[in-house]
């Protein structure tokens, strides 16, 4: 995937990542979308309990995935599971190591319940 163009920034201990330029990406029901400028999104939120395995910090290889990610649960594009494995591939296309993915994946899967709002 192309770099993503956004401001990096601390809101009070929080990450926060602000798009300066559009995304387009297809979504895990196979749709075009656009994430426009201006969108918010906190990139890969890691719990604490993950962070010997994966580092909390924005990486490039992880943050369009992780933007995309964030967008595809706050809209329920798809299915939740169709959004994990689509994350998971783009973690992999876009350079993270395989064993981290599969790490993410796992914690997308376990953490993310609550965000999407039901069991798919």
């Given at each position: 995937m192309d770099k993503v163009k956004c401001e990096i920034y601390d809101d009070n201990g929080k990450t926060v990542i602000r798009l300066t330029k559009s995304i387009i990406f297809v979504g895990n029901d196979g749709r075009k979308y656009i994430i426009p400028e201006g969108y918010v999104s906190d990139g890969?939120?890691?719990?604490?309990?993950?962070?010997?395995?994966?580092?909390?910090?924005?990486?490039?290889?992880t943050l369009p995935g992780s933007i995309i990610h964030d967008f595809e649960y706050k809209h329920k594009i798809g299915t939740r599971k169709g959004a994990d494995k689509d994350y998971y591939r783009r973690l992999v296309a876009d350079g993270y190591p395989r064993i981290k993915a599969a790490a993410t994946y796992i914690g997308v899967r376990i953490g993310g319940r609550k965000h999407w709002g039901d069991e798919k």
């Open positions: 890969a939120s890691v719990p604490r309990f993950f962070w010997r395995i994966l580092s909390p910090c924005i990486d490039g290889r």
